[in-house]
């Protein structure tokens, strides 16, 4: 009897915790600015943020800026930093150097994620930043989890069959 009211117990909490990422997810996926996308639009270039939630419940957010390129010539373009960093790593060269603004102003529509830990992404649904727990992951879960939904976030907006990846790996 235990095990079968355990078993329910857990069922529901994941049924409860699906139900609730979804809520999560519709109410929550444009995200208000942050230090990412005003510094895109201090350049004079239109973004935003989104975020996801992972399988195994880490938030992770998205930043978009749109390229300068009519809209019928874009393609996505989606730019992956190192462990250690952030989004600002591709652009904090400036205008004429960065790779996401040079991106940008070649025709693509530029997609840049945050992996579980990083300065954009430290948001988890049920664990917190200060618990052992949150911190038990590798860059396995980096892109057995992290990378898909962001990924499918980019082919969702964009209306895409496929996105360029470019990784930045940290030495």
Do not use: C
């Not at 948001?123 to 892109?143: C, I, P, V």
Request: hydrophobic share 45%.
């Amino acid at each position: 009897l235990i095990k079968s009211v355990a078993k329910m117990f857990l069922k529901a909490k994941v049924t409860i915790l699906y139900v609730f990422s979804l809520i999560f997810l519709v109410n929550s996926q444009l995200l208000p600015d942050d230090e990412v996308t005003i510094f895109i639009k201090n350049e004079g270039y239109r973004a935003e943020v989104f975020q996801v939630i992972t399988d195994d419940g880490y938030i992770l957010r998205v930043h978009h800026m749109y390229s300068k390129v009519p809209d019928s010539t874009k393609k996505p373009v989606f730019l992956m930093h190192s462990a250690f960093s952030n989004p600002i790593y591709f652009l904090n060269s400036g205008h004429n150097i960065s790779l996401g603004f040079y991106l940008a102003d070649n025709g693509f529509d530029v997609w840049m994620g945050n992996v579980r830990g990083s300065k954009y992404a430290t948001a988890h649904m049920w664990l917190s930043t200060s618990g052992k727990d949150y911190w038990r992951f590798d860059f396995h879960e980096m892109g057995v989890f992290d990378l898909p939904p962001m990924i499918d976030l980019t082919l969702r907006q964009t209306g895409a069959q496929q996105v360029f990846y470019i990784g930045h790996r940290y030495n």
